[in-house]
């Protein structure tokens, strides 16, 4: 540990806590997670269904692409509406309807205020009583099972191809005859009514619901919590005071900055022959940008479903390539090739980790992996579209075709397949990074740090095989999130920043010193939020007002680091004047700088516009969530993925230049796409439904009537300028790139025949 011994403690120190934290609530989560009842009966002892029907349902909600189709607990897709809220809503209204004719013989409507006051108060006691007894049977009213069957009648025509709703299955952006079993609907219809149902049931001996108090629905008492409130503002004072010891241990904790070194001649990396394993990185380079083609044109396409619903300009493509299969093929290829890049620039540094030289049949195993990963991708999306056009037998679904998470949509088998691959990438990379380790001599502690990030991300993926087909709903949620947020926002994060450290030292450009102390502290900082901070995507997720409390608190911390990312752009900036030669990595580092504003805007700004639970219970599931999710998911690992293919593609083609018009455009079209996508239609959108959910329910800024109003629609179609400027930049990296890997150069202009001179000598 040598003088970095005070970080390594504070690192380690930060670890114990924060997982003893997620592992402890963790266990809360399973031990207080809504009771799914053996039976639902009414009161004439009539069985309405049983858990096995609920669980039949959910797979059968997994099937249609489940998250990729509307959303749940406010979790999932945005144009379809929520299906808690939204059958909770229809349920309580098709109730008030029913009492009204059965006790004054008349409609809801026509009834008087204080006679309406009273049936809303009587309809409360009703559904927020807990009627779940010691069998575990829930016993409902006739009154309510009618308004149960009201309800179900609603969905088995909407998920069916009858002409009656084919509008707003077009509206809600569904294929016709979404799920062509009548028997397959009505197990759905019993799964969304018990999500409904802990949305709606207050916990024994609480106040509050089993999802505290989610969905805003006034009908039924359901407002935010006292302890949401105080939790809020706790997060908010968390915030401040974390900002403020930051800035006082920059201020004064931190020792003075030590010059940076002389640089070298000549840029030390061009120095190592290429090995075998390195030469075979050009298909990884391909595959990143082929992916990322791909998946921003079928994201276009996605966004034209809102407006269109079944169309693509006139033309019903809905029945082959629906909008909840191109959704999932959208956010899959997004995680392919974000992680091909990483994998790529980790199996770059391997050899020049060991001495410049591969170990045995490291070239063999770079090969492997590489066809490994084209077998997941393939496979899996084959899987996808035979799940959700119901070609794929019901009892393969989860194996192989859609599991209906979002992020984890994949089916089982695939996503065995795919860790089996990133384990395969950290043993590549130990038979690299352990022999290094093991000599004697040197600094070692930033080459720790960088393997035990490989180790991270090599084994954490697993945490996403710790749920099945038919686990609670709650369990699945906390199992997701560590590899939606603590895989991906926390050991990513780690990666990266210890690979980039690891990169300038080597490059000569910052000291080892300085390169070795700056990534303990940021892993200190990123770990410190980000791995009890995943409880904040669970506050509704039928988790209790201890894990609200945790996960407000901590992710209140992972906007600190934050702060300080405008000093991280700027030292990233002013590496580019640092050597002549570096002007051969001016692409690749303006990427780097890119990371820095997006991690600051994406993750920071509107990252913590959803993270406090007041705010998170109006507009979870509106259009704010992808604000954040576009501009953290591509803003920082979606640059950080293209800086590494850029970086990887400079020494692998070092006789290749870039090309200034094509990375002009590519630079800038992708950041100015991401700008006019955010702040012209999803943020306004977003707004606008935030205004909804406060003033009526979140049933209201997702429904029909609101989502389909003239400014809406406008604002959506706004969206294909955006779109259009993001293609344009994509589609510009990916032609340098692979004109790059061709070999193609670009004749350059005298003074980059003179930085070429002195790089090349």
């Not at 053996?38 to 009161?43: D, G, K, L, M, Y």
């Not at 396409?301 to 079944?310: D, I, K, L, P, W």
């Not at 990030?453 to 954490?460: D, E």
Request: with cysteine.
């Amino acid at each position: 540990m040598g003088p970095y011994k005070k970080l390594w403690f504070a690192l380690i120190g930060v670890l114990i806590v924060t997982f003893s934290l997620l592992g402890y609530y963790g266990v809360e989560v399973y031990r207080q997670a809504p009771p799914i009842p053996a039976q639902v009966v009414s009161e004439d002892g009539k069985v309405l269904f049983d858990r096995e029907g609920i669980l039949d349902g959910q797979t059968a909600w997994q099937s249609v692409g489940g998250m990729q189709l509307g959303s749940i607990w406010g979790h999932g897709a945005y144009q379809a509406p929520d299906w808690t809220a939204d059958w909770l809503h229809r349920e309580l209204t098709a109730w008030l309807e029913l009492a009204a004719r059965q006790t004054h013989g008349q409609s809801y409507e026509a009834l008087a205020g204080p006679a309406q006051a009273a049936l809303r108060e009587r309809m409360r006691a009703e559904y927020r009583g807990n009627r779940v007894d010691a069998a575990e049977v829930l016993k409902l009213s006739a009154l309510r099972a009618q308004a149960i069957a009201q309800t179900a009648a609603y969905y088995d025509l909407l998920f069916s191809d009858a002409p009656s709703l084919q509008k707003s299955r077009e509206h809600f952006a569904m294929k016709e005859n979404t799920l062509p079993s009548a028997e397959r609907r009505r197990q759905l219809t019993q799964f969304f009514f018990w999500t409904a149902w802990a949305a709606a049931t207050e916990r024994p001996g609480q106040k509050v619901t089993y999802t505290n108090n989610w969905p805003h629905e006034p009908l039924v008492g359901n407002q935010p919590s006292a302890e949401n409130i105080v939790w809020s503002i706790a997060s908010i004072v968390v915030l401040l005071s974390g900002v403020g010891l930051l800035v006082w241990a920059w201020a004064f904790l931190r020792k003075q900055d030590e010059p940076l070194p002389a640089p070298a001649a000549r840029d030390p990396l061009s120095t190592f022959a290429l090995t075998p394993s390195q030469r075979g990185l050009g298909k990884y380079l391909f595959l990143v940008v082929a992916l990322f083609v791909f998946q921003v044109f079928v994201g276009g396409f996605t966004a034209h479903y809102t407006v269109e619903g079944q169309q693509f300009y006139g033309i019903d493509v809905s029945r082959w390539f629906p909008y909840a299969l191109t959704r999932t093929w959208h956010i899959q290829a997004a995680l392919f090739w974000i992680a091909t890049g990483f994998l790529a620039a980790g199996l770059f540094l391997a050899p020049l980790i060991n001495g410049g030289k591969d170990p045995k049949f490291q070239q063999i195993g770079v090969d492997v992996l590489f066809w490994a990963l084209v077998a997941v991708v393939v496979g899996s999306f084959a899987g996808n579209w035979l799940a959700i056009a119901q070609i794929m037998p019901p009892q393969w679904n989860f194996w192989l075709g859609h599991q209906g998470y979002e992020y984890v949509d994949l089916g089982r088998l695939w996503q065995i397949g795919k860790y089996a691959g990133i384990l395969l990438w950290l043993v590549l990379m130990l038979r690299g990074v352990v022999p290094a380790l093991l000599t004697k001599g040197g600094d070692k502690n930033l080459l720790a740090l960088l393997t035990a990030s490989v180790g991270a991300i090599g084994l954490f993926y697993g945490a996403g095989l710790f749920y099945g087909e038919r686990t609670h709903l709650s369990v699945m949620e906390y199992w997701r999130w560590w590899v939606v947020h603590l895989w991906v926002e926390g050991f990513f994060e780690v990666f990266a920043t210890t690979a980039l450290a690891f990169i300038f030292s080597t490059l000569g450009l910052v000291s080892v010193r300085m390169a070795t102390a700056a990534s303990l502290a940021s892993a200190s900082l990123f770990m410190l939020g980000g791995i009890p901070g995943t409880f904040h995507h669970m506050y509704f997720a039928g988790t209790t007002t201890p894990v609200m409390a945790v996960g407000a608190s901590f992710s209140a911390l992972e906007v600190v680091p934050l702060i300080v990312l405008g000093h991280e752009a700027w030292e990233n900036w002013r590496l580019k004047a640092r050597a002549p030669w570096m002007e051969n990595l001016k692409w690749p580092m303006m990427c780097f700088v890119a990371v820095a504003f997006w991690n600051m805007l994406g993750a920071g700004v509107f990252g913590f516009m959803i993270n406090p639970p007041i705010s998170l219970y109006y507009i979870q599931g509106l259009n704010t969530t992808p604000v954040h999710a576009h501009a953290a998911l591509f803003g920082v690992y979606g640059f950080l993925a293209l800086g590494f293919t850029l970086l990887v593609l400079r020494y692998l083609r070092p006789e290749c230049r870039f090309s200034t018009p094509l990375m002009k455009t590519a630079f800038w079209g992708l950041n100015a796409g991401l700008v006019l996508m955010i702040f012209t239609s999803l943020l306004p959108i977003g707004i606008l439904q935030f205004h909804a959910s406060v003033s009526h329910g979140l049933w209201y800024a997702r429904s029909e009537e609101f989502m389909q109003q003239p400014l809406l629609q406008n604002l959506r179609w706004v969206r294909t300028f955006g779109d259009m400027v993001f293609i344009v930049g994509a589609v510009a990296m990916a032609l340098q790139v692979v004109l790059g890997l061709l070999g193609r150069s670009f004749t350059p202009r005298p003074s980059q025949r003179l930085v070429g001179a002195a790089a090349h000598p």
